[in-house]
């Protein structure tokens, strides 16, 4: 078969493929013997098993011919694809070029290709995973934590003050006087002074008594996490249920011993302080991870079709829609008070998209080079994990579908070669 490559730009080839008569032989006999099992019944010959001169004059020559040409073409292709180490994107245009029945087969496929990935040497990346510590601070903002959950709360009559725990029932209303969703709550417990709750509310529960109600106003901060309460203003009616005075307990080696298996306090300090470490450790690995990842991106180069990028774009903008709507904002609301139409929004996101994917095909080069593989025990681990953390069967059953198995595979087999790229920039 012989097989010829032009180029027509970084993601678009075309190949003209002619067949050879040893091929065009192998096909048809193929396609003969598949239509004489299910096509051709002769008497004296069992299904499929009688001489191919004999099933091709007892087959319609039409039909002979269509699936012929199509098995032929479909065989040709694969091949010439992998002889040329292309990574075709969607289905060729195919243009047959010359057709004699049985001795001559010429097409040219026009494909869509993801272009030649270009890696940089990442195994000359060197980095340094800098030593953790943790200070006597740290330890102490950690336990001082545990003294407020593990706290005595006593009812009291006077005003409250800073460090107090208010049970409050509360509802936020707009300009008009609507009431907002997300602002309302009921037998709310508020600690004064723990920063904890919506901007400049806490301030305004200090001076107040069981049974005492207070209305304010509260414009939320430009970057509040709802995104459909930024830059609102909100009028909150507040009534206090009862005031609490927080009474914490004294760190001793009884406290250590309540809250975990310690004997003493230094103990309980040494465990903390372990956790602390390997949690720190954790966030500088991963941060040197990215680092190295993306030096080794920005470092190569991959022609990626256009065709790729709209649709990590476009899947990219679908999650962030669904996720607008879990935070009660519609796409209209978001582009307004982000002062955006839609082709701006596309147009600033487009960048992040092609990294995306970018970064992808990279990976996915290494993982190829280094033999990186995921095995069948591993998906199913990690889908058992998944699962006893999202215990909603309706999530359960989309883990079970092959696509999202598809995905988990893809995540373990990044982890492992980001692992691999840490190894070597590490040693």
Same mark, same amino acid.
């Given at each position: 078969?012989?097989?010829?490559?032009? *180029?027509?730009?970084?993601?678009?080839?075309?190949?003209?493929? @002619?067949?050879?008569?040893?091929?065009?032989?192998?096909?048809?006999?193929?396609?003969?013997?598949?239509?004489?099992?299910?096509? *051709?019944?002769? &008497?004296?010959?069992?299904?499929?098993?009688?001489?191919?001169?004999?099933?091709?004059?007892?087959?319609?020559?039409?039909?002979?011919?269509?699936?012929?040409?199509?098995?032929?073409?479909?065989?040709?292709?694969?091949?010439?694809?992998?002889?040329?180490?292309?990574?075709?994107?969607?289905?060729?245009?195919? %243009?047959?070029?010359?057709?004699?029945?049985?001795?001559?087969?010429?097409? #040219?496929?026009?494909?869509? $290709?993801?272009?030649? *990935?270009?890696?940089?040497?990442?195994?000359?990346?060197?980095?340094?995973?800098?030593?953790?510590?943790?200070?006597?601070?740290?330890?102490?903002?950690?336990?001082?934590? $545990?003294?407020?959950?593990? /706290?005595?709360?006593?009812? =009291?009559?006077?005003?409250?003050?800073?460090?107090?725990?208010?049970?409050?029932?509360?509802?936020?209303?707009?300009?008009?006087?609507?009431?907002?969703?997300?602002?309302?709550?009921?037998?709310?417990?508020?600690?004064?002074?723990?920063?904890?709750?919506?901007?400049?509310?806490?301030?305004?529960?200090?001076?107040?008594?069981?049974?005492?109600?207070?209305?304010?106003?509260?414009?939320? &901060?430009?970057?509040?996490?709802?995104?459909?309460?930024?830059?609102?203003?909100?009028?909150?009616?507040?009534?206090?249920?009862?005031?609490?005075?927080?009474?914490? &307990? @004294?760190? %001793?080696?009884?406290?250590?011993?309540?809250?975990?298996?310690?004997?003493?306090?230094?103990?309980?300090? /040494?465990?903390?302080?372990?956790?602390?470490? /390997?949690? !720190?450790?954790?966030?500088?690995?991963?941060?040197?991870?990215?680092?190295? =990842?993306?030096?080794?991106?920005?470092?190569?180069? =991959?022609?990626?079709?256009?065709?790729? @990028?709209?649709?990590?774009?476009?899947?990219?903008?679908?999650?962030?829609?669904?996720?607008?709507?879990?935070?009660?904002?519609?796409?209209?609301?978001?582009?307004?008070? #982000?002062?955006?139409?839609?082709?701006?929004?596309? !147009?600033?996101?487009?960048?992040?998209?092609?990294?995306?994917? !970018?970064?992808?095909? @990279?990976?996915?080069?290494?993982?190829?080079?280094?033999?990186?593989?995921?095995?069948?025990?591993?998906?199913?681990?990690?889908?058992?994990?998944?699962?006893?953390?999202?215990?909603?069967?309706?999530?359960?059953?989309?883990?079970?579908? &092959?696509?999202?198995?598809?995905?988990?595979?893809?995540?373990?087999?990044?982890?492992?070669?980001?692992?691999?790229?840490? /190894?070597?920039?590490? !040693?």
């Amino acid at each position: 078969m012989q097989v010829k490559k032009q *180029v027509l730009s970084d993601t678009q080839i075309k190949l003209t493929v @002619i067949a050879d008569q040893a091929f065009i032989d192998s096909v048809k006999t193929v396609v003969l013997r598949r239509m004489g099992s299910k096509d *051709v019944k002769l &008497p004296g010959f069992r299904a499929g098993k009688a001489p191919l001169n004999l099933i091709e004059k007892n087959v319609d020559a039409n039909i002979l011919q269509k699936e012929f040409l199509e098995e032929a073409i479909n065989r040709m292709y694969a091949t010439a694809v992998k002889s040329e180490n292309l990574r075709p994107i969607d289905q060729p245009k195919i %243009d047959l070029k010359k057709f004699v029945p049985f001795t001559t087969v010429e097409f #040219e496929a026009e494909l869509v $290709i993801i272009g030649e *990935v270009k890696l940089a040497n990442y195994k000359n990346i060197k980095k340094t995973l800098k030593p953790v510590g943790v200070t006597a601070k740290e330890i102490d903002d950690v336990i001082n934590s $545990i003294k407020k959950s593990q /706290a005595t709360r006593n009812e =009291v009559t006077r005003a409250s003050k800073d460090g107090d725990e208010v049970v409050i029932d509360f509802v936020g209303k707009d300009e008009k006087g609507q009431p907002v969703s997300g602002a309302e709550g009921r037998d709310y417990p508020l600690v004064i002074g723990s920063n904890t709750f919506i901007p400049d509310f806490e301030p305004e529960m200090i001076g107040l008594k069981g049974g005492a109600s207070k209305t304010f106003t509260i414009k939320f &901060p430009k970057d509040y996490g709802a995104v459909s309460l930024q830059n609102k203003k909100v009028s909150f009616s507040v009534d206090v249920k009862k005031v609490q005075e927080l009474v914490e &307990p @004294i760190v %001793d080696d009884t406290f250590a011993a309540k809250i975990g298996p310690f004997k003493t306090v230094n103990e309980m300090r /040494a465990d903390i302080k372990r956790h602390l470490k /390997a949690e !720190k450790q954790g966030q500088a690995e991963r941060l040197l991870k990215n680092e190295i =990842v993306q030096e080794i991106v920005n470092k190569s180069s =991959v022609a990626i079709p256009d065709v790729i @990028i709209d649709g990590q774009a476009d899947q990219a903008e679908q999650a962030f829609k669904n996720n607008l709507i879990q935070r009660g904002q519609t796409w209209q609301e978001y582009l307004k008070s #982000e002062k955006l139409t839609e082709e701006e929004y596309r !147009k600033r996101e487009r960048p992040i998209a092609k990294q995306n994917v !970018k970064t992808s095909l @990279i990976l996915t080069e290494i993982a190829k080079l280094e033999e990186v593989t995921v095995t069948e025990e591993e998906i199913s681990e990690q889908i058992q994990l998944l699962k006893q953390k999202y215990t909603d069967k309706a999530m359960q059953a989309e883990l079970d579908k &092959p696509e999202n198995q598809r995905d988990i595979e893809g995540r373990l087999m990044a982890d492992k070669t980001v692992n691999k790229l840490l /190894a070597y920039a590490t !040693k």
